[in-house]
């Protein structure tokens, strides 16, 4: 079995609170993975062209094409994205959207798979938010988030040169107006041990749930039934 990770931060890995949660979600597995970042990808959202009915292959020609077979072969995924004005941001979102284009004619190329949704954020909790999109993104497409990590890293007003007189950024937000930034007042997601043990666990759940008579029919039963609640309708198609 893999297992693909995706870093939907636009920093380099280095300095990303959500690849290194990503990683350490899949290193926790100890299952064989490919680790991708987004940086510098080029990949739009959906166009809407109804190009991928037919074949459930999508037409749009850009950075994604190339992730699509790794997308259809893995057997899991763990998927981070930052918080970006509470919402998840917009490669991570482009990415996602793009996932469209299995779902046509029951299309069951993702339908039953299992997943962890990584968000990160630059305030306390906020990561929540990117989290709980990326859930909804997999719910659309019958897979089953079994679990949810979220951390708070290092927002950007802590490097932009203004952090410390601007009134209304994060480190307004976080510290109060007028404070000096120093190195140990930067959240980083490395030096919360428990966002690192909830990283931890969720990889060696995601392992235990794969490796235990792993059944994709079941899951896609109940996400689609958890879906068709969510919507109002107890109509819910056998698939």
């Known amino acids: ?44 959202g959906c166009v809407a062209c ?8 999508c037409k749009v ?44 004619q029951e299309g069951n190329l993702l ?4 997943a962890v949704a990584v968000g990160v954020s630059g305030t306390a909790g906020s990561g929540r938010f990117p989290a709980d999109e990326i859930e909804k993104f997999f719910l659309y497409n019958f897979i089953e988030t079994v679990a949810k990590v979220t951390g708070q890293g290092t927002a950007s007003c802590y490097d ?19 404070t000096k930034i120093a190195p140990e007042m930067i959240p980083n997601v490395k030096k919360q041990d428990d966002v690192i043990n909830a990283a931890a666990e969720a990889g060696r759940l995601l392992a235990d749930r794969l490796n235990n ?3 994709r029919m079941k899951v896609t039963a109940a996400m689609q039934e958890k879906m068709m609640a969510m919507a109002g309708t107890n109509k819910a198609a056998s698939i």
């Open 1 to 44: 079995m893999k297992i693909i990770g995706i870093s939907g931060s636009p920093r380099k890995n280095d300095k990303s609170g959500v690849y290194s949660l990503v990683k350490t979600v899949l290193d926790h597995t100890g299952m064989e993975y490919e680790l991708i970042s987004l940086r510098n990808k080029k990949i739009s």
């Open 50 to 57: 109804l190009g991928c009915v037919k074949d459930n292959v």
């Open 61 to 104: 020609e850009d950075d994604f094409k190339a992730l699509r077979d790794k997308i259809v072969e893995a057997d899991a995924y763990v998927l981070g994205g930052p918080n970006y004005f509470s919402t998840l941001n917009v490669i991570s979102h482009a990415f996602l959207e793009r996932f469209y284009q299995f779902r046509h």
């Open 111 to 114: 339908m039953g798979k299992l």
């Open 160 to 178: 932009c040169g203004y952090g410390e007189t601007c009134r209304i950024g994060i480190t307004a937000f976080n510290h109060g107006p007028g």
């Open 213 to 215: 008579k792993h059944d």
